[in-house]
């Protein structure tokens, strides 16, 4: 399950008003990953997440994205053959799926 700390790192990292209550992990079960938000149930942690980014979260994580295409929390950095949009695309999912 995912801490308490990795979703305050996502949240003060992204500076993205996340209401835990909403988006955590469902008590009731260990096999699944509860979306509160539109009801989504993902089978993984990578999933909830990644579903989280692009689906509740992607036009607020793309306004904090751009040029040089770079992590600001790591030295992740999108690859240079991806056009514009691809390392725009890219970055989002890092920083929802590995940032959190």
Not at 34 to 58: D, P, Q, R, S, V
Not at 60 to 78: A, E, L, M, N, Q
Request: aromatic share 12%; hydrophobic share 20%.
């Amino acid at each position: 399950s995912p801490s308490s700390g990795s979703q305050n790192c996502f949240q003060q990292q992204q500076q993205l008003p996340i209401d835990h209550q909403q988006v955590t992990k469902s008590e009731n079960t260990n096999s699944t990953w509860n979306c509160k938000l539109c009801f989504y149930i993902a089978h993984t942690e990578n999933a909830f997440y990644k579903h989280l980014t692009l689906e509740h979260f992607k036009d607020r994580i793309k306004k904090r994205v751009g040029y040089p295409f770079r992590c600001s929390s790591c030295d992740y950095k999108s690859p240079s053959h991806y056009s514009s949009g691809e390392k725009t695309e890219d970055l989002v999912l890092h920083y929802g799926v590995k940032e959190r």
